[in-house]
């Protein structure tokens, strides 16, 4: 049996893969990796469980922003400096497999994506800033807000959720 075929079987019968439809095979190659067969294959994806997916500290945080693309790195470093600012009582961890801030509760998390950074500091939070987001032409949804890399940060704004976040107790 090699690493998928493991991977596989220890999810257990009867487990669809996320956007699968009930009765379609499972396509082994899609498959979330097993933290044994991530390592033996030196994978450093965010998609696998690796270091940071369980850390509860400011380490698994770096290790989350350095196992991104190179090009990725700063804007996830400016973001972390903010939050830090406007959050300075609040505990870094790793939350849902991104970077979060917590203090009673998960504030905010924030993660990268392909083409966005993704910030997710709840339904509350984004409904309040909504004009304010949509002025700034940036997409969201119930929870998310997506920051494009191609623009500059909002990182005014961005410390303004987290205040608001935390002072509303409107957590993630």
Partial sequence: MDKTDRAVSEIGPGTRQPGT???EPVNKEEVRKIPEAAEAEGSSSPDTAEAY??????EAIDEYINAQDEALREPLRQVRAVLRAALPEATEKISWSMPTYWQGGNILHF????????LYPGPEAVAHFADRLDAGGFKHSK???QIPYSGELPLALIAEIAAWCRDTGNHA
């Fill in 21 to 23: 439809r009930r009765g």
């Fill in 53 to 58: 997916s369980g850390g509860r500290s400011e």
């Fill in 111 to 118: 993660a990268a994506a392909k083409k966005h950074l993704g």
């Fill in 143 to 145: 929870g998310a807000i």
